[in-house]
T-cell receptor
Framework: DVKVTQSSRYLVKRTGEKVFLECVQD?????MFWYRQDPGLGLRLIYFSYDVKMKEKGDIPEGYSVSREKKERFSLILESASTNQTSMYLCASSLPPAAGELFFGEGSRLTVL | QKEVEQNSGPLSVPEGAIASLNCTYSDRVSQSFFWYRQYSGKSPELIMS????GDKEDGRFTAQLNKASQYVSLLIRDSQPSDSATYLC????????????FGQGTTLQVKP
């Protein structure tokens, strides 16, 4: 089975702090994604990576950056956390040609105070 | 703006009934379509994918796609209380990227 592991299930940070969310997948998937999920807004794509060191902005990239130095690892970085970044963050991976068949991690619930 | 629309529900059905979940999408060039199930407090999991017009069956689940009407549905036969969850419809506008557009989900309640 594909396993997507997110490093932290729950985080509490203060406004202005730098936050790292890490995601590791063990099935050699090319594609990796970061989504956030908010009540009433659904799942929204933050960033997408289709290869090592490659990234594309999703629908809401402002305030976020990503890093993919190794194929199995995709990190989401909040340079200066703000309260409106309080959310559930979901990492996912997929393997072309079934690129839309996403495997999600358990999620990281971030609270910014 | 590409959109995926679902009725938020809740959709309530008795145990053993057929649950019908519907989804419409706005982008005509969308190539592939997915249904994800999300239990409360959990992350989404893929239950069905459909790539061509018509029906696709997998156990108690049937996905139906009508590209001309820009409509995709999910039927759950013999609904069980364990099917109670939020069902997310997702559309892949481009066949190879996996950059899905998700609907906001329909909450299904199956009552014993």
């Amino acid at each position: 089975d594909v396993k997507v592991t997110q490093s932290s299930r729950y985080l509490v940070k203060r406004t202005g702090e730098k936050v790292f969310l890490e995601c590791v997948q063990d099935m050699d998937h090319e594609n990796m994604f970061w989504y956030r999920q908010d009540p009433g807004l659904g799942l929204r794509l933050i960033y997408f990576s289709y290869d090592v060191k490659m990234k594309e902005k999703g629908d809401i990239p402002e305030g976020y950056s990503v890093s993919r130095e190794k194929k199995e690892r995709f990190s989401l970085i909040l340079e200066s956390a703000s309260t409106n970044q309080t959310s559930m963050y979901l990492c996912a991976s997929s393997l072309p040609p079934a690129a839309g068949e996403l495997f999600f991690g358990e999620g990281s619930r971030l609270t910014v105070l | 703006q590409k959109e995926v629309e679902q009725n938020s529900g809740p959709l309530s059905v008795p145990e053993g009934a057929i649950a019908s979940l519907n989804c419409t999408y706005s982008d005509r060039v969308s190539q592939s379509f997915f249904w994800y199930r999300q239990y409360s407090g959990k992350s989404p999991e893929l239950i069905m994918s459909i790539y061509s017009n018509g029906d696709k069956e997998d156990g108690r689940f049937t996905a139906q796609l009508n590209k001309a009407s820009q409509y995709v549905s999910l039927l759950i036969r013999d609904s069980q209380p364990s099917d109670s969850a939020t069902y997310l419809c997702a559309v892949n506008p481009s066949s190879n990227t996996g950059k899905l557009i998700f609907g906001q989900g329909t909450t299904l309640q199956v009552k014993p």
